[in-house]
């Protein structure tokens, strides 16, 4: 992950001039996993989620695209 989200005891910093718009930025603050992303207009936009399967996955997974478990996640659901 860049610079763009970083995360320490008092809690996520951004630098929404280091990020790239429409590109979803993440963290995991407080089991939360929140969204970040820089729409076409520059307006910031965050996003919280607390579902605690998705939470573990993300935090286990070694790979920063996000996206691509969130629509893993999203199938698996539909299966269900």
Request: glycine share 2%; charged share 30%.
């Given at each position: 992950?860049?610079?763009a989200?970083?995360?320490?005891?008092?809690?996520?910093?951004?630098?929404?001039?280091?990020?790239?718009?429409?590109?979803?930025?993440?963290c995991?603050?407080?089991?939360?996993?929140?969204?970040?992303?820089?729409?076409?207009?520059?307006?910031?936009?965050?996003?919280?989620?607390?579902?605690?399967?998705?939470?573990?996955?993300?935090?286990?997974s070694?790979?920063?695209?996000?996206?691509?478990?969130?629509?893993?996640?999203c199938?698996?659901?539909k299966?269900?």
């Amino acid at each position: 992950m860049s610079d763009a989200v970083t995360v320490d005891d008092e809690g996520p910093k951004l630098k929404p001039e280091l990020m790239e718009p429409e590109r979803i930025y993440h963290c995991i603050y407080k089991d939360v996993i929140l969204l970040f992303f820089v729409d076409e207009q520059k307006f910031l936009n965050c996003y919280e989620i607390a579902e605690p399967a998705l939470v573990d996955t993300v935090r286990s997974s070694n790979t920063e695209n996000i996206e691509e478990m969130l629509k893993e996640y999203c199938n698996t659901l539909k299966q269900t």
